[in-house]
């Protein structure tokens, strides 16, 4: 989060891309620091996947990525 934070004090577009089990913690982050972050959700576990399961999750969410990034 404090890089998200340090990016928009830039004028840089981010995304934080966070599991869903870190949602208070990125919520209380974000609210300490003032930052309306751009958040993309993914489910938890990521350690334990699959390579092709990692491709296949980038696949879904890169669209995302991006159009956040597009809107910062």
């Known amino acids: 989060m404090h890089d998200l934070n340090d990016l928009d004090r830039r004028g840089l577009p981010g995304v934080n891309i966070v599991t869903e089990p870190f949602r208070d913690g990125a919520a209380v982050q974000s609210d300490a620091l003032g930052l309306e ?24 969410t890169v669209e995302r990525i991006l159009s956040l ?4």
């Open 37 to 60: 972050p751009a958040i993309v959700w993914l489910p938890h576990p990521i350690q334990n996947r699959s390579t092709e399961e990692l491709h296949r999750l980038a696949d879904d």
């Open 69 to 72: 990034l597009k809107a910062g």
